[in-house]
Structures are given as C-alpha cells and as structure tokens.
C-alpha cells in the first residue's frame, strides 16, 4: 500500500443494503463519507440495528478531518452518534440533513460535542487534501447531495442516492449542469447508487404518488393512517396535501415523525398552513373520517408504532375497524417476510391495508437502468465503482457500464472492507480489512456478536434443554442426571427422552474416568447429546450441561 496513493475503501453499503460509509484516505488524511445503519434480517433476534464495523477508522481516529453526510436517511446518517462517540471530527451536511443530524445528536446528548457544518448544494469546502463540491441530486428526501471530491490523484464523484426525477415534489430537478461539469475537467472515478441496477427503464416521479394518495383519501370512510420512515419529510408534505384537498386534520405518531416534522417545518421543508396539524390525543377524538395519522413502521419493524399495531401493543391507540392503513414504502430487501406478516396481521385486527403493488403509493427514490446509464455519461468516469448494493446490484451496474464502453478493467466491483488504490491515474484492488457487522442491541454496541444471534435464533428454534449430574470423585453418580427443558417439543415421550440422556450420560462418564475434569467432561457431554439429538430428531436445543465432582 503506497502513502502517495488515494485509498478508497467501502466500510458499508457494498455487497448489501444499508449502512452505507465510505472512507477517502490520502497520506495521512481520511475523509469519512455518510455513517449509515442497517436494519436487521428475520433471523438477527433481538437486534435493534446494525452498524458499520469502522475499526479502520478508529485506529486512525486522529487522522480523521472532516465528515460528509449525503442525505438524512437513516441508512447513511444512523451510525453518527456511534462514530461521533469514537471520533472527533467536523460533519458537513446540507441544512434539512442537518437538521436530522442533530435531532439524532440531541437524544444521544451528543449535539453540544458535534461540530457542524451547514453546506449548500453548489457550494465548495476544503477537508484537508480534499476539495468537496455539492451538486444537487432528486431521491425521495430533498436536499440530497453529490459530491465532487478533488484529491491529488484526481476528481472522484460520489453519488450518494439519486434519481433523474423532473416534476420532484420539491420542483428542485437533479443538477446536470454540474455533473456535466465535472466530465468537462475529467473525472478519475465515479462511485454511483446501484440500488435499482436490475430495476429496468426509468424510476417514475415522485408525483405519481399523488393520484393514488387521493384516491384512497377520497374512498377512505374512517381514519387513515400512513407508515413511512421518519425521514421521508417529501412524503409527509404529499400526505399533508392531500389531507388539505379531503378536509382531514394530520397528527404525527411516534417521537421520531414528530421531531423530524417539526424541524423540517422549522427549516421550511414542509409548508402547511398552521391548523392542518393537531396533536395526536386532539386527532383521536375526532371523527374517523376528519383524521390522518403519519406514523413510522413501513418495514414492520417490531418497535415501530405499526409494528405494535400489528401485534396490539401499541399504548395510546389501537387499530379499528374500517381504518385504512397505507403502507407508504417497499419493503427493503430481506425484509419483505416481516412486512407481509405486518400487512396480515393488521388486515386481521379489521384494518383495509393498502400497499405498493396494489396501489402506487411509493416510488423508488434509486435510479432505475436508464437513469444510471445517464449517470455515467454526464459524468464520464474513467474508473466506475458500483456502490450501494448487494453483490448482484453490484455487478448489474458494472456489467451497464461494459455496455457503454467503459473497459471490464476500469470496472471495481467489490464488497465492504476492500481497499482501492489510485495512483498516477492507474486503479489497483489493495488489502482488505474487516468489513463486517457490529450489532446494536438496545443501547449497547458490539456486546452482541454473530455468536449470540446464532444463540438466539437456535433458542427460538428448537428450545434448550439443561442437564446436570452428579458424582462422585471416582466419577459414580449420586443420583439420576436432573433434566429442565424449555421450548423444546419432542416427539417421543419424556420417559424414552429421559432413558436417552441417562444413556448418553453413562457412556460419557465411563470414557472420562480416566481423570479428566469438570470443563472436559461438561464438554464432552454436551457434544455426544447433541449428536444424540441430532440423530434422533434431527433438532439442535441449546445444551447445557452441568457437572458437579463431589
Ligand atoms: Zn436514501
Ligand atoms: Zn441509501
């Protein structure tokens, strides 16, 4: 690895999506780009969200000058308190990302420490070595930005998430002028969205979600409620407008909606006019059909207001009969199972749920094919590498650019933790570092590992079962080996469960007489259980075993 070379090296976002940052290192300068989390698959129990693993960083905690956040969705902003907490460094953002920035700092007591930054699309700043220029991008959140990075080895373009979207609900169109610039004085490398690489044509506008928003405010006969991330104020503004047309009141539910609304509207990204809004406790006595509920759980989440909803655990209002749910959002992938069950489950409790592909009521806020093909031409990179994707994404992309004539060998298509060198104009793939998980839990970070979560899911699947004997030195037992099993359904009765184990038990301790200790025979008993187990119900409890030497 050469000092004089420009690194680039994918922390988040590559090979998946969610927790998207970057790292931008040259001699002994970093530059950090977006601090994203993820949200947890089906099987990661217990865990609330998932953030980059930014060792890297963290070694390097003093070389760090400068952070830049992209956009305000939580798949690049919901690590900043995380790595805030590791690393004192300033953060640069748009004034709405800010503004979500610092909603997030504030709960984590973290706002007075934070040094920020408030940066304009169109405007320059310097981050050490780094020169950042902001060119105005459309997505489904305004004040999304792109970014020029001059380093020494060359201009590199960092998309961030965009569309092509000409009627976006904030009349602010992507700025082409200023991509087109930057191909005018050569782009070394462009870094570009793949989210919707396999997503044929062009994402439509953000507009077309007007009509279906209208129609289902005018069929509508009780309350409705619409769940949608916190951080999608465009779609707050849509639903506002049409609660205007239709004569209903708008609440925000949820701590997150509620902060995030009113700090947009503070910083005039939501324009109502002032008694659109009433206050949730306000909204719920009101008639049904005068109301409309803006709430957080599009993806099921289990602590989100739907997902309580859902399983009606939800303090100060439940679902009704004939309250129309609509579902504002597509399920990110990996989660469509936890959001179907959430669609049935409020379909039961007498709720009419509307989602995307029944009605139009979202659209992409990614690029679509056509739109990425665009991207590489206005831009014209010398190198592309395809971000913001799982590995398919990834590939779909670099195998467009092929198409447009951009050599295989100027194509990195790579997952978190690899370096990419650039030096004299010429990329290498370098060393790789840890790119992995780190999961949050509550409010602890890192404390559970991969190991745990395996724990929990075995748990969850098949029960555990604790067994504990008792002998003497001689290894003789004293009494018959004490059982407990939880969440454990075995086929067979519990006498022939019970012979089993004793079984298994005896045998253990007439291989172990030989002298061995408590850790070894503990742990010897626990392997030949579970392949007791294993062969007669082809089940994996978690084991316990327990051997007390008296
Ligand atoms: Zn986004
Ligand atoms: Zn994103």
Not at 168 to 177: C, E, G, K, S
Not at 467 to 472: E, F, Q
Request: glycine residues 8%; hydrophobic residues 40%.
């Amino acid at each position: 690895m050469s000092l004089n070379s420009l690194r680039i090296l994918p922390l988040g976002g590559l090979g998946e999506i969610g927790k998207n940052m970057m790292v931008y290192e040259y001699e002994d300068q970093i530059l950090i780009v977006d601090t994203g989390i993820m949200f947890p698959e089906n099987d990661m129990l217990g865990i609330d969200y998932i953030i980059p693993d930014f060792q890297y960083i963290i070694n390097r905690r003093d070389k760090v000058s400068g952070i830049v956040i992209t956009h305000g969705h939580e798949d690049h902003t919901g690590a900043i308190a995380h790595v805030l907490e590791e690393v004192d460094a300033p953060i640069y953002a748009t004034p709405l990302t800010r503004g979500l920035l610092e909603v997030k700092l504030a709960r984590r007591g973290l706002l007075e420490k934070a040094q920020m930054h408030t940066v304009q699309a169109g405007e320059k700043i310097q981050v050490g070595v780094f020169e950042i220029e902001f060119a105005h991008v459309c997505h489904s959140i305004p004040d999304g930005v792109a970014l020029g990075i001059t380093t020494p080895e060359g201009l590199i373009v960092h998309t961030g998430d965009y569309k092509f979207d000409h009627t976006p609900v904030d009349n602010w169109p992507t700025d082409y002028a200023k991509l087109s610039e930057w191909a005018g004085r050569g782009v070394l490398a462009l870094l570009a969205d793949s989210t919707n690489a396999d997503t044929p044509g062009w994402t439509p506008s953000e507009r077309v979600i007007d009509p279906a928003f209208d129609q289902v405010f005018r069929e509508a006969e009780g309350r409705i409620l619409v769940a949608s991330f916190a951080s999608l104020i465009s779609r707050m503004q849509q639903v506002g407008k049409a609660a205007l047309n239709h004569g209903r009141k708008m609440a925000f539910v949820g701590m997150s909606m509620r902060e995030n609304a009113k700090m947009a509207t503070q910083l005039g990204y939501l324009d109502f006019p002032d008694d659109l809004i009433v206050p949730l406790d306000q909204a719920l006595k009101m008639k049904p059909k005068e109301v409309v509920l803006m709430c957080t759980g599009s993806q099921g989440e289990p602590t989100s207001i739907m997902g309580r909803l859902a399983t009606g655990r939800n303090r100060q209002f439940d679902v009704q009969e004939g309250d129309t749910i609509v579902l504002s959002s597509h399920p990110i992938p990996g989660n469509e199972e936890t959001v179907y069950r959430t669609i049935n489950k409020l379909f039961q409790r007498g709720a009419n749920v509307i989602y995307d592909p029944i009605a139009p009521v979202h659209v992409s806020g990614h690029a679509s094919q056509e739109e990425m093909k665009l991207m590489l031409h206005l831009v014209k990179p010398k190198y592309l590498i395809p971000i913001h994707g799982e590995l398919r994404h990834l590939r779909q992309h670099g195998k467009m650019a092929e198409e447009l004539g951009i050599p295989p060998e100027n194509i990195a298509v790579v997952e978190n933790g690899q370096i990419i060198e650039f030096e004299d104009e010429l990329m290498r793939i370098s060393n790789r570092v840890p790119g992995g998980y780190v999961f949050v839990d509550g409010s602890r970070v890192g404390d559970v590992g991969p190991a745990v979560v395996r724990e929990r899911e075995s748990l969850s699947r098949d029960g555990f079962i604790s067994v504990s004997v008792l002998v003497d030195k001689d290894l003789y037992q004293l009494r018959d080996p004490e059982i407990i099993t939880r969440g454990f359904v075995y086929k067979y009765e519990a006498d022939e469960l019970r012979m089993d184990i004793n079984e298994t038990v005896e045998d253990v301790l007439s291989i172990s007489k030989n002298g061995k200790g408590k850790k070894a025979i503990e742990g010897e008993l626990e392997r030949a259980l579970r392949n007791m187990f294993h062969e007669k119900s082809r089940r994996r409890p978690m084991l316990f075993t327990n051997v007390d030497i008296v």
